[in-house]
Structures are given as structure tokens and as C-alpha cells.
């Protein structure tokens, strides 16, 4: 059921949340399914419903940066310099974490990613709820984020007490995840707030995953992909369904903004408008190089990944 995000629905559902029910929240990236990260059941629950693997950790919100005690034992200087300056905002850290968040929300790991979303719904409902939650995007696993309430999968929505609609994702891609529990930060996941961003608060290059141990769980190589098959073009012709940056020359085909922040938010939406079409393939426009466009490289590319 959609509701839209008053103050009375967002009461109703921080009273689902303390009894143990899931719940469609909107954030700035992408829609999030919130459970209480100290309730293990709806931590199971929120499992099953994506059909995710057990290994993949959760990102747990916070209303504000004072709660990270609530579910990490230490906030390191950098952190607090990124913490600062992003957030409210997408960009996730990964610190170790108290032993009172149960490992089931973490994928085994002694480590928490935590964020505070930069939606005051979101906000809202943790601190109506009174407990930090687990929001892993709504959407099966494998399956493309909604950026808006009616793109959660009815299978999704189903499991849910209730959605709460906030409107269209103003970022739309997914958080940024860094690793801060080593001696350098390191780039687990690009997202919402970009490299260099990063860089220039810290002062120094951030390292990037390369595989090994300190990678992160939840990047598999196929995800975030539409129902239909992904493929990389020069350009559009007239008959593509799919994605470009010029005016479209037919109606299966969507322009985006070419500044990559523009893009970002139009992305998703857009690859489930055109899902709906049921297209042989999506065409996408091969996209700049550069380094702003790093994060939506990432999705485009996981997306077209046939593994
Ligand atoms: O923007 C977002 O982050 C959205 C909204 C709803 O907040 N949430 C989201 O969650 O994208 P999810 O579950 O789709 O992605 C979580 C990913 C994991 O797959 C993993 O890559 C990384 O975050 N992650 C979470 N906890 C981690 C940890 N302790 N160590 C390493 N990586 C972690
Ligand atoms: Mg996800």
C-alpha cells in the first residue's frame, strides 16, 4: 500500500517498524525496504524478501551523526571529516561494529556500513521508530533500485506494511561506500557522491577494491539490470529502444542530461519506463570517460554484465 509521506503515515509506519514489519522508505538515492537493525527477525525477513544472499551486509541509517555510537565502536577523524561534510547525504562509511548489531544485518562481517539519508521522511521515520534501520534498496536481488514509490516490484511491495512515497529519488543512484576501518579509506562502492568530492575532503587520493579481502560482498558483477538485456551503442538509430543524450526518434527512446549528476537521477526511472515497453535489448549511448561519470559507468556497466 502507498501512502503519501505525511506526518501521520509516517507515524503509522515507525509503529510497524517497532513491531517488527518491513516498510518501503524513500531516501535520496533509491527506495529502501527499513526494518529495525536490532530486531533479527526483520533482518531475516528483509533477506527473504529480496532473495538476497546472506553474505551481502546491510547499510544502516541514522537520523543524525551523533547516533553512530548507537551501532559503531570507533568514528576515526577522517570519518568525521567525510561525516561532516556529506551527510546528510549518500555516502555510506564502513566502520567496525558494536556487538550489539546482530551479524545476520551485516552479512557475517564485524563491520557496519552506516549513513544518514538526506530525506527528512527517511529521517523521520528512525527517529519516530527510535532504532537505526537496515534500508537495502527495494528491489529483488539482481533487479534494478526504484527511484520512485510505484516502481518497487509488487513481489516487493507485497512483504511490506506499507510505502511511503517521498517523491522521485533526487540523486537516484545508490550511496557511495567507503571503507574506513583500515589505516587509508578505500572506494568499496561509487554512488552518489563522486570521487573527487571525497579526495578534496580528505586531502589525499582514496584507494579503489581491487578484489582480495577487503572487498565488498554486495558488488557482483550482473546487478542493477532491467528485465530486458543492456547494450552499449555509438549512437541510437531509429528503431533502438534505449537511452541517449539526443532527441529521441521514437517514442521507446529517453534523452538524458549530459552532466552525469543530471543523468544519475533520471537513470533508473527511466530503464523501468522502458522496461515496461518489453524491448528485445535496451541501447545505451556510450558514456563520457571522465571521472564524474564514474558511478553511473559502474551501474551501465553491471548492467549489460551478462554474468
Ligand atoms: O543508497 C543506498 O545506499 C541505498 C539506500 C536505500 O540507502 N541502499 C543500498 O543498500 O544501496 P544495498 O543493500 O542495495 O547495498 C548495500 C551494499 C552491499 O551490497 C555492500 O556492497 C555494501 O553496501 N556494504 C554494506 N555493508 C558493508 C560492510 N560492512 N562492508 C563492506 N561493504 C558493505
Ligand atoms: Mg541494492
Given at each position: ?5 505525511t ?6 509506519a ?6 517488527g514489519?518491513?516498510v518501503?522508505m524513500p ?6 525496504i527499513a526494518?529495525?537493525?536490532?530486531d533479527?527477525?526483520a533482518?531475516?525477513?528483509t533477506?527473504r524478501?529480496k532473495?538476497r ?8 541509517h ?14 576515526s577523524a577522517?570519518?568525521?571529516?567525510l ?5 546528510p547525504?549518500?555516502l555510506?562509511l564502513?566502520?567496525?561494529?558494536q556487538?550489539s ?7 557475517g562481517?564485524?563491520t557496519v556500513a552506516?549513513?544518514?539519508?538526506d530525506h527528512?521522511t527517511?529521517?523521520?521515520l ?9 534500508a537495502?534498496s ?7 533500485s526504484?527511484t520512485?514509490?510505484q516502481?518497487i516490484e509488487t ?5 511490506l506494511?506499507?510505502?511511503l512515497d517521498?517523491?522521485s529519488?533526487?540523486?537516484g543512484?545508490?550511496s ?5 576501518t ?5 572506494l ?5 557522491v563522486s570521487?573527487l ?6 586531502g ?7 578484489g582480495g ?10 546487478h542493477y539490470?532491467?528485465?530486458a538485456p543492456i547494450r ?7 528503431l533502438?529502444?534505449g ?5 529521441p526518434?521514437?517514442a521507446?527512446?529517453a534523452r538524458?542530461?549530459?552532466d552525469?549528476i543530471g543523468y544519475a537521477k533520471?537513470?533508473?526511472?527511466s ?9 528485445r535489448e535496451i ?8 571521472d564524474?561519470?564514474?558511478a553511473?559507468?559502474?551501474?551501465i556497466?553491471?548492467?549489460t554484465s551478462r554474468k
Amino acid at each position: 500500500m502507498i501512502l503519501s509521506a505525511t506526518p501521520d503515515a509516517i507515524g503509522e509506519a515507525a509503529r510497524a517498524i517497532v513491531r517488527g514489519e518491513l516498510v518501503g522508505m524513500p531516501t535520496e538515492t533509491v527506495y529502501g525496504i527499513a526494518a529495525n537493525v536490532f530486531d533479527e527477525n526483520a533482518v531475516r525477513a528483509t533477506f527473504r524478501l529480496k532473495n538476497r544472499p546472506a553474505d551481502n551486509p546491510l547499510i544502516v541509517h541514522l537520523a543524525r551523526t551523533q547516533q553512530w555510537s548507537l551501532v559503531a565502536t570507533v568514528f576515526s577523524a577522517d570519518a568525521e571529516r567525510l561525516a561532516a561534510h556529506f551527510w546528510p547525504g549518500p555516502l555510506s562509511l564502513v566502520l567496525p561494529k558494536q556487538a550489539s548489531v546482530p551479524t545476520v544485518a551485516t552479512g557475517g562481517l564485524d563491520t557496519v556500513a552506516i549513513r544518514v539519508p538526506d530525506h527528512p521522511t527517511a529521517r523521520q521515520l528512525i527517529l519516530e521508530a527510535g532504532t537505526p534501520l537496515t534500508a537495502p534498496s527495494a528491489n529483488s536481488f539482481m533487479s534494478l533500485s526504484p527511484t520512485r514509490a510505484q516502481d518497487i516490484e509488487t513481489a516487493i511491495a507485497t512483504g511490506l506494511s506499507c510505502i511511503l512515497d517521498g517523491g522521485s529519488c533526487l540523486v537516484g543512484i545508490e550511496s557511495t561506500v567507503v571503507d574506513m576501518t583500515g589505516a587509508e579509506p578505500i572506494l568499496l562502492r561509487p554512488g552518489g557522491v563522486s570521487r573527487l568530492a571525497i579526495e578534496r575532503i580528505l586531502g589525499r587520493p582514496i584507494l579503489t577494491t581491487r578484489g582480495g579481502e577487503r572487498r565488498s560482498p554486495g558488488m557482483y558483477d550482473r546487478h542493477y539490470a532491467p528485465v530486458a538485456p543492456i547494450r552499449l551503442v555509438e549512437r541510437l538509430g531509429p528503431l533502438d529502444c534505449g537511452i541517449s543524450f539526443r532527441a529521441p526518434l521514437n517514442a521507446s527512446q529517453a534523452r538524458l542530461p549530459n552532466d552525469a549528476i543530471g543523468y544519475a537521477k533520471e537513470l533508473y526511472k527511466s530503464l523501468h519506463d522502458l522496461d515496461r515497453l518489453n524491448p528485445r535489448e535496451i541501447a545505451v549511448e556510450l558514456l563520457p570517460d571522465s571521472d564524474e561519470w564514474e558511478a553511473v559507468r559502474d551501474r551501465i556497466l553491471r548492467a549489460t554484465s551478462r554474468k
